[in-house]
Every structure is written in C-alpha cells, then in structure tokens.
C-alpha cells in the first residue's frame, strides 16, 4: 500500500491479477491503474517516486516502471521494464528529480532515466561484491561500503558518500553528455 494523503488516494497491489489499483481513503471508489505488472520473477522491493507519479519495482535483473496517472491519451503503456542481464541488482533508488533511478549493482553504481530508452552511466566501480547502502532522499546522498586493498595486502571496508544533488551533480548534464558521446 503507498498512501497520498494530499491527493487523498491509496494505490494498492493486487497479486491475483499483478496490477496496481487506487482507491479513495475510505476504500470505496476502487479502480485498476496498470493492469500488468511484467517482471519475472516476482518483485522483491517496491518504491513510489517523490512527486507520488511513478512506482518502480524489482527484482535481481529487472527494473519496472509503472505510471500510476495516464501520461498521455495516445499511449496506453503504463508499465514498461529495463533488463540488466550482466549484473546483480542490490537496490534501486529514485532520485528527488522523480525522472532519474539510481542503481547499485554488486559491480557498479550507476545512473539512469526512468524511461525505456534510459542507459546506465556508470558512476562508481565496486570491488566489494553486493555492497550495503543507504540512500538519503532529503538530501539525494548515497552512502555505501566497499573494500580497498592497503599497503599491507589486507582488505578493508571503507564507507563512502556521494552526493547526488542537482547542485553537485547534475544528472541531466551527465546523461546528456555520455549519451552524444
């Protein structure tokens, strides 16, 4: 259940039919948004985007997308799916922006649009293999551990801090540029 008290809305997903329903708060006027949800296997996490538009939902080699509102009268597509085959997905984080996803992968950290012609720039390299994370929306920050090899031939965890705000990072700019290349 993902509830939207400002426009006084509760979308809910029902597993028989694998689609997203809204409702009002009370529960009365119920009505199918997406009517499929295509990702196999199952979703193992769900997450509504900051402006309460878009749901996205995972699992360890697929992301969806699914529109909860119509975004326009020509295409009905309210859901669509990214692959990403040569990799692990740990988690999948929106960004404040609600039009970029932030991707940590067990190889790599990556960037990407929210749309199905959206590719991945590659923001960092991990060595650890499926790493933990932790991402701060209030301030779009990512913190995250990964291993490094000192001087004495031993590994070590470090955590790190990336910010991913619009001032310090602006991810339009990143993706435009990488994308003309």
């Known amino acids: 259940f993902w509830v939207d008290e400002d426009r006084e809305t509760i979308y809910y997903i029902n597993p028989e039919d694998n689609s997203i329903y809204k409702s009002d708060l009370e529960g009365r006027k119920s009505e199918k948004v997406v009517d499929f949800l295509p990702l196999q296997p199952p979703a193992i996490k769900w997450k509504l985007s900051s402006d309460k538009e878009k749901l996205l939902y995972f699992n360890a080699h697929q992301i969806g997308i699914a529109y909860l509102e119509p975004q326009n009268k020509i295409s009905k597509e309210q859901a669509f799916v990214l692959s990403y085959t040569d990799d692990k997905i740990i988690d999948v984080f929106w ?87």
């Open 95 to 181: 960004h404040s922006d609600s039009y970029h996803l932030i991707l940590v992968g067990s190889k790599s950290i990556e960037a990407l649009e929210a749309q199905p012609q959206g590719g991945p720039v590659a923001l960092v390299n991990l060595n650890k293999r499926n790493t933990s994370c932790f991402y701060d929306t209030r301030t779009d920050t990512l913190y995250f551990l990964d291993s490094e090899r000192a001087a004495d031939g031993n590994l070590y965890d470090n955590l790190y801090k990336v910010e991913l705000n619009t001032r310090a990072f602006p991810l339009q700019e990143l993706i435009k540029s990488k994308s003309n290349e």
